[in-house]
């Protein structure tokens, strides 16, 4: 049993952790014992390289862990791993706050870097699927979703650039507008034919003078006269992407994302600089 567990857990209590953190700072703790015991390594002798070699137990899938008796195929995450160092670093933050011997500084314990996730890409067939889900001649809903589709996925816009668009900023005739992106810089956004198109019949088919470039069309109306109440929030956008590509059996997560990211997949095959998104 590693030295003054039982205390450590008290204090937890005390400093009104949660039933389960402490839990599960109990079990955490239990592994790096059983490691310790399996590998014939007394507490005080713990150093770096017994943390590298508790790492690789960690990531290995025949390891054995507390109580069991055969070993466990299933491998840890990252994020599992770390909970695991994590737990440690308090446990051992403790021991020196008490004056308990402690065997090595907890900062010594090095969380694992979490690999990261880059966005699944769509196939530019999976993105006309879902760019052509919508159905415009139903009612107006329809219209402006296939409004919101096709801009998101001819400018690459952010979603957050998309809902604060205003009717008065779209030039329609130049097929442009500009827009506010990092650092508050202005940058001139073009819009491919079918955009605007579906933009200028959204905006025809329109009875209302609100500001708003795309607005919602459910819950009370708005009754100032500018009807920023009435504007799409991101959340919004989220959900009609996730409804149409549902409704077409888009095989990968749907978020606005895929079509921004799909828009600079295809200009690097048109061999522009998808760095001009950024």
Same mark, same amino acid.
């Given at each position: 049993?590693l030295?003054?567990i039982n205390d450590?857990? /008290? ?8 039933? =389960? ?6 079990r955490? %703790?239990e592994?790096f ?6 590998s014939?390594i007394?507490f ?7 943390i ?6 960690l #990531?290995?899938?025949?390891r054995k ?7 466990n195929?299933k491998? /840890?995450?990252t994020h599992?791993i ?6 440690l670093?308090?446990?051992l933050r403790y021991?020196?706050d008490?004056?308990y011997?402690?065997p090595l ?7 694992m870097?979490?690999a ?5 890409a769509?196939?530019?067939?999976? %993105?006309?699927r879902?760019?052509?889900?919508? #159905?415009?001649?139903s009612?107006?809903?329809g219209l402006?979703?296939k409004a919101?589709l096709?801009?998101?996925f001819s400018?690459?816009?952010r979603v957050s650039?998309?809902v =604060?668009?205003n $009717? ?5 005739? $130049?097929?442009e ?5 990092k650092?508050?810089?202005?940058r001139?956004?073009?819009l491919s034919? #079918?955009?605007?198109?579906?933009? $200028? $019949?959204y905006l ?10 795309f607005i919602?069309?459910s ?9 920023e109440?009435?504007r799409?929030t991101?959340? =919004?956008?989220q ?10 059996g888009?095989?990968?997560?749907? =978020?606005?994302?895929i079509?921004?990211?799909?828009f600079?997949?295809? %200009? ?8 001009a998104?950024?």
């Open positions: 049993m030295p003054h450590f857990l /008290l204090n937890l209590q005390a400093s009104h952790y949660s039933p =389960s953190t402490i839990c599960n700072y109990e955490d %703790l592994v014992d059983y490691f310790l015991n399996e014939n007394e005080d002798k713990v150093n770096k390289r017994t590298r070699y508790y790492k690789a137990y #990531t290995s899938r025949g862990t507390a109580g069991l008796s055969n070993g195929d491998q /840890l995450g599992s770390n909970y695991k160092l994590t737990a670093r308090v446990y021991l020196i008490m004056d011997p402690c500084p907890p900062e010594a314990v090095k969380l870097k979490a990261r996730k880059y966005p699944q769509a196939e530019l067939n999976d %993105l006309i879902l760019i052509e889900a919508p #159905t415009p001649e009612n107006i809903i402006r979703d919101i096709e801009t998101l400018t690459g816009l650039e998309l =604060s668009l $009717r008065g900023q779209i030039d329609l005739e $130049r097929q507008f500009g827009v506010k992106g650092g508050d810089k202005i001139v956004v073009l034919d #079918t955009a605007a198109q579906w933009i $200028r $019949r025809q088919s329109r009875r209302d003078y609100f500001k708003p470039l919602r069309y819950g009370a109306i708005a009754t100032e006269k500018n009807g109440k009435m799409l991101a959340r =919004s956008i959900n009609i992407v996730t409804k149409y590509a549902k409704k077409c888009l095989p990968i997560k749907a =978020s606005p994302n079509l921004r990211h799909g600079a997949t295809y %200009l690097a095959e048109q061999g522009a600089n998808p760095a998104l950024q």
